[in-house]
Every structure is written in structure tokens, then in C-alpha cells.
């Protein structure tokens, strides 16, 4: 699918229909994202994502941000066994055992990163995967045209299992690579595009 046309007269990639899709492609996706705590944020969001429809996610993220200390690393590590059943409890968000424990667990995972690289170490090894900026980028004619995973989202997804991250497989790493602005996946036609 090729750039659709909102009702506002504003040519977007086809999946940004709606006024919350549509808010977040205008004004998160593929912006550059940086920050430990705000990559830890979009890692862990990806990841509880995986297996559904980001639309879902994106409407829960509010109570997500609150149910997770606003994605702070330092504060998610300390969360215990009674958190992980908090959180199964919570409606707002998404209730599955296994993302919230590999939510907690990345969240420890970060914090000895830090302690290990210094402050902005998720940062800085996540845009170390950054492909470097062609001159001449040329948008994708059409969604069929975007990979679901690259060899680099592959190599990212390896170094961060090694640094003891789960559900950071290829594809969830190619949509955070997409979505913190690693890649430009903007269609052809879409105004992001065009910037």
C-alpha cells in the first residue's frame, strides 16, 4: 500500500489511519529517539506488542507508563514478585506473565549495562546498529517494499541477548528501529517522507 490521504489532506504511510495512529506517526515514528530510560520505554513496548496489533499498545501505553514507573530502568529492576502479580491485575495494560518478566528483567539488564558502560550505555549500543544515512535515501514505493527484519536488526537483536535482554527478537528490533528513528520507513508520498 502506497501514501493514504487523511481526512485532514495530509498524505501518511497507509497504516497511520485514525487520529491516534495518525498523532503518533506525525510525531514519534521514525523521529530519532534517544535516551536509556526512553529506549527502555519503546524496547519494552515493543516487546509487549509482539504477537499483537500496536494499536493496542499505543492505547494502553498511558496506564503502561504509569504501571511501570514511566519506564524508569533503575526503578522496573527493583520490581519484585508482588509487582509482577500487580501487574497481571492491571486491566490497562497488556497482562502477560512472560513480557512482564522480560520487562523486569531487561530493566535489570540496563541498570548493569549502566553500571558496567556508564549512564546512556542502552543508547549508545542501540545506535551503534544505526545503518549509516544515505545521501540519497529513497522511501519505500510501498509497505510490501519494507522488511519485516534486516541482517542489522538480526546483529542488534544478538547483542542485546547477550547483554541479557529477552523478546528483543529481529522483528520487534526492526519495528524499534523503525520507531526510534534508525530507519526511515516513511512510504513514497507520505509528508514524513518528503522532509
Not at 556508564?118 to 519505500?140: I, K, N, T
Amino acid at each position: 500500500m502506497t501514501a493514504v490521504t487523511g481526512p485532514d489532506g495530509r498524505a501518511r504511510c497507509p497504516w497511520a489511519a485514525g487520529e491516534l495512529y495518525a498523532a503518533y506517526h506525525d510525531d514519534e515514528w521514525g523521529v530519532p529517539l534517544h535516551g536509556d530510560r526512553a529506549l527502555f520505554e519503546k524496547l519494552t513496548l515493543e516487546g509487549f506488542q509482539s504477537g499483537l496489533s500496536w494499536i493496542v499498545v499505543l492505547r494502553k501505553r498511558p496506564a503502561f507508563r504509569e504501571a511501570f514507573a514511566d519506564f524508569e530502568p533503575a526503578v522496573v529492576a527493583g520490581f519484585g514478585e508482588a509487582d509482577v502479580e500487580r501487574l497481571l491485575a492491571d486491566a490497562g495494560i497488556v497482562r502477560n506473565r512472560q513480557k512482564i518478566e522480560a520487562a523486569i528483567a531487561n530493566a535489570r539488564a540496563v541498570v548493569a549495562l549502566q553500571e558496567r558502560d556508564g549512564e546512556g550505555a542502552l543508547d549508545r549500543l542501540v545506535w551503534s546498529f544505526a545503518p549509516a544515512a544515505a545521501a540519497e535515501h529513497v522511501p519505500p514505493a510501498d509497505l510490501q517494499d519494507v522488511p519485516a527484519a534486516t541482517s542489522t536488526s538480526k546483529a542488534l537483536a544478538k547483542a542485546l541477548k547477550r547483554e541479557g535482554l529477552r523478546f528483543v527478537g529481529p522483528t520487534t528490533l526492526y519495528a524499534l528501529m523503525q520507531s526510534a528513528g534508525l530507519v526511515d520507513d516513511h512510504v513514497e508520498g507520505c509528508f514524513r517522507a518528503e522532509r
